[in-house]
């Protein structure tokens, strides 16, 4: 396992910055979306509605977006894809000011921002081996999810309450802003042209995209994490969907209870990223998110049974600490372990796979919710947090 960590000038320090940057508009647009859809119907389906159609696009252009991601400049696409999402969420905060906000407009946005964080993502994923050395790559993501983990929970969250005072589209119009900064900063990078093998004449995205699910099932351990990863996160689904409700409804926790949960959770993951490393280094990535796995079931089952608003805020912390240890050590296996130009397209893969469950959770814990009581999605997410694990231990030595 790596020690050395990456260097923060050049390259690394400002994509960092257009992570954390990023991250921080995010989480003032992820806290403030929740409470929107909850003020404007208190249907628990029509809430996870929202939050299925914000995973959505993963099943319909994900693996598109990986075999893009391959073939053009990355950095060129992020910053212009950045470009896109911040006129997206300008043109949102306009109509939410107008108060033209409604759950349609709601679920095309979180659509349309998905759709294009497909082509983003893969890209960030492929661009960062060329930042910094191989040796540093698994410090290198801690350091970016433990920045944008710290940018959410210590600067957004605590924002949001204070935001929301002027109005509710602020959040959204700052969210705006910060994809414009971050587009600025990827754009400033200077990269070589990745190297990639040269295309057979008639090569096609479908050709790629077959490429990239083939080399991804025939390795052993990308696949476990992937189908481990695919189960777990409908349960993740449900959690997010119903959230705000859980804690606004089923512990009466008002919208500063919400906050805080958020907060609880963003301050675990950054704890994580101090870990992770360390972690790695004493038992391998795949016993760590083994051993995540394990945690987060303990923490789920707590939140579902116990009707205490302290209960649930401790256990997303600590199921945000077991989080990013899962998260970092799984994109640094699929990075060390892909074919040199095609990390596009076996990230694509695996995040579309893996992803592909969380519509279905989302609107199965809407379901849950409504016939057995706001806290059954919780034991929901519990039961498949259970099974991934599960599909984990064949691996483990």
């Known amino acids: 396992m790596e020690r050395a960590g990456p260097t923060w000038r050049g390259g690394f320090g400002r994509l960092w910055s257009a992570a954390v940057v990023s991250k921080f508009g995010d989480s003032l647009r992820g806290a403030a979306m929740p409470l929107l859809a909850a003020s404007l119907t208190r249907d628990p389906l029509l809430v996870s509605l929202v939050t299925a159609c914000g995973f959505l696009p993963w099943l319909l252009f ?45 679920v095309v946005v979180a659509f349309a921002l998905t759709t294009l964080q497909t082509l983003f993502d893969n890209a960030a994923t492929a661009l960062l081996p060329q930042l910094v050395p191989a040796t540093a ?28 005072l002027p109005g509710p589209a602020v959040p959204f119009a700052a969210d705006a802003l910060t994809y414009v900064l971050a587009a600025a900063l990827i754009a400033s990078l200077r990269t070589a042209a990745p190297r990639r093998t040269p295309r057979a004449a008639g090569a096609t995205l479908r050709g790629d995209i077959k490429e990239g699910l083939s080399t991804l099932w025939a390795d052993r351990p990308l696949r476990g994490l992937c189908l481990s990863a695919a189960l777990c996160n409908v349960g993740v689904g449900a959690l997010i969907a119903m959230l705000v409700l859980h804690i606004t409804g089923w512990l009466h926790g008002g919208r500063t209870g919400y906050v805080v949960a958020l907060t609880a959770y963003g301050a675990g993951s950054v704890v994580g990223g101090l870990v992770s490393g360390r972690l790695a280094r004493a038992l391998g990535r795949i016993r760590c ?27 997303l912390a600590v199921f945000g600490l077991m989080g990013l240890v899962w998260n970092a050590n799984e994109v640094t296996l699929m990075q060390e372990r892909a074919p040199a130009g095609m990390l596009g397209r076996i990230s694509a893969a695996s995040r579309t796979l893996g992803s592909a469950g969380a519509p279905l959770g989302a609107l199965l814990g809407g379901l849950v919710a409504s016939a057995w009581g706001l806290n059954a999605p919780m034991l929901l997410a519990a039961g498949l947090f259970v099974l991934s694990v599960a599909a984990l231990a064949p691996l483990i030595n």
């Not at 911040?86 to 759950?103: E, Y």
């Open 137 to 164: 790559l698994g410090t290198a993501n801690a350091r970016l999810m433990t920045g944008q983990m710290i940018a959410g929970t210590f600067l957004a969250a605590p924002l949001v309450p204070l935001l929301l």
């Open 289 to 315: 998110v083994f051993l995540a796995g394990i945690v987060q079931c303990g923490c789920l089952l707590a939140m579902g049974l116990v009707r205490e608003l302290w209960v649930s805020v401790a256990a």
């Open 62 to 106: 994900g693996l598109i977006g990986g075999a893009v991601a391959d073939r053009v400049d990355q950095r060129r696409a992020m910053w212009t894809v950045d470009l896109l999402r911040g006129a997206l969420m300008a043109a949102f905060a306009v109509a939410v000011a107008l108060g033209h906000a409604s759950i349609a407009l709601l």
